[in-house]
């Protein structure tokens, strides 16, 4: 079984920055597709970045430009740098992993990291 265990999240003022970390308890990181999923009260859990394992990335419209996903395979964990931050983007953000090759979400999530923005 495959631990995905976030960190990061906090409070920060509209306008501020923080990193979350995702890091993987598999010996086949590398081979692995990674995604930040998030999911605000009264909110579906929407897709908000992935990464593949040639990292290759994707976005969200309304975070492009603002979050940027990355991964380090010495590390197995997996980064999204958000700027810029909107009270919109409060929620709780989740990763979510598993092999290359299959759909979106994959097999495997973390706890999830609360993310508050205020105003």
């Known amino acids: 079984q495959v631990q995905l265990v976030e960190s990061g999240g906090g409070l920060v003022q509209a306008g501020g920055s923080l990193r979350l970390s995702c890091a993987a308890s598999?010996?086949?990181?590398?081979?692995?597709?990674f995604a930040w999923y998030r999911q605000a009260p009264g909110n579906q859990r929407e897709l908000v970045a992935t990464?593949?394992?040639?990292?290759?990335?994707t976005y969200k419209d309304s975070v492009k430009g603002r979050f940027t996903i990355s991964r380090d395979n010495a590390k197995n964990t997996v980064y999204l740098q958000m700027n810029s931050l909107k009270p919109d983007d409060t929620a709780v953000y989740y990763c979510?992993?598993?092999?290359?090759?299959?759909?979106?979400?994959?097999?495997?999530w973390g706890q999830g990291t609360q993310v508050t923005v205020s105003s």
């Open positions: 990464i593949g394992s040639r990292t290759l990335t």
């Open positions: 598999t010996t086949t990181f590398s081979t692995y597709s």
């Open positions: 979510n992993g598993g092999p290359a090759g299959t759909g979106w979400p994959k097999r495997y």
